[in-house]
């Protein structure tokens, strides 16, 4: 690999990491299955929310963000039904924080299966229109500022980014393990998460 194509792959990896790391619905979710210390479950989610970037990082670069600029109306229709979904997450959050039964890391309230967290782990990624503004439209037209070939490496290295993000926000929640043993601790996350998530929601019906 020459130094022209490294320079490219840490360019795109700077640039995307620079976006994920925001506080989102998606971390959120991420951070409090790794608290929870979910194993197999956890690993799948982390590589279902790096693989689905890789996906919409690739269309952004293939030109699929021209298409989304000729259609808003999808856009909208995502925007409604992420808003619904990211606030009614946000009632469920508040009601565990309320509940102060069952709050000890790796015996969560939210006590779910692998088909309902990979179903939840998809609506937080496809549902939310940021993720196509982000990685589709934002990163894509970056991407292909660069000449050639080089748009891909660039690519590679923002895709590179997003897999190290989740992997480190997934495993690096577990340290929090013992602070999470206490119920008060869980009370206070889910709170957050539930702040989070029911203020996204309602930005995306206000602010459009």
Request: glycine share 12%; net charge neutral.
């Given at each position: 690999?020459?130094?022209?194509?490294?320079?490219?792959?840490?360019?795109?990896?700077a640039a995307s990491l620079t976006?994920?790391?925001?506080?989102?619905?998606?971390?959120?979710?991420?951070?409090?299955?790794?608290?929870?210390?979910?194993?197999?479950?956890?690993?799948?989610?982390?590589?279902?929310?790096?693989?689905?970037?890789?996906?919409?990082?690739?269309?952004?670069?293939?030109?699929?963000?021209?298409?989304?600029?000729?259609?808003?109306?999808?856009?909208?229709?995502?925007?409604?039904?992420?808003?619904?979904?990211?606030?009614?997450?946000?009632?469920?959050?508040?009601?565990?924080?309320?509940?102060?039964?069952?709050?000890?890391?790796?015996?969560?309230?939210?006590?779910?299966?692998?088909?309902?967290?990979?179903?939840?782990?998809l609506a937080f990624t496809w549902?939310?229109?940021?993720?196509?503004?982000?990685?589709?439209?934002?990163?894509?037209?970056?991407?292909?500022?660069?000449?050639?070939?080089?748009?891909?490496?660039?690519?590679?290295?923002?895709?590179?980014?997003?897999?190290?993000?989740?992997?480190?926000?997934?495993?690096?929640?577990?340290?929090?393990?013992?602070?999470?043993?206490?119920?008060?601790?869980?009370?206070?996350?889910?709170?957050l998460i539930a702040i989070i998530?029911?203020?996204?929601?309602?930005?995306?019906?206000?602010?459009?």
């Amino acid at each position: 690999m020459t130094a022209s194509l490294l320079q490219m792959m840490l360019l795109g990896f700077a640039a995307s990491l620079t976006l994920i790391v925001a506080i989102g619905a998606q971390n959120a979710y991420v951070l409090r299955l790794g608290v929870e210390g979910r194993g197999r479950i956890l690993v799948t989610v982390i590589l279902i929310c790096a693989f689905s970037d890789a996906v919409l990082i690739a269309a952004g670069v293939a030109g699929i963000g021209a298409v989304l600029e000729a259609a808003p109306a999808a856009i909208d229709a995502v925007r409604i039904l992420g808003a619904v979904f990211l606030i009614s997450y946000g009632v469920i959050a508040a009601r565990r924080a309320l509940n102060p039964q069952a709050m000890t890391a790796g015996e969560s309230p939210a006590d779910a299966s692998m088909k309902a967290i990979v179903l939840t782990t998809l609506a937080f990624t496809w549902l939310n229109p940021h993720v196509y503004l982000d990685t589709v439209m934002l990163l894509g037209s970056i991407a292909n500022q660069q000449q050639g070939v080089d748009r891909w490496w660039w690519a590679l290295g923002a895709v590179a980014a997003s897999f190290t993000w989740f992997f480190l926000l997934g495993y690096g929640a577990r340290l929090l393990g013992p602070l999470f043993a206490r119920p008060g601790a869980w009370r206070v996350l889910d709170a957050l998460i539930a702040i989070i998530m029911v203020g996204l929601g309602a930005g995306l019906i206000i602010g459009g």
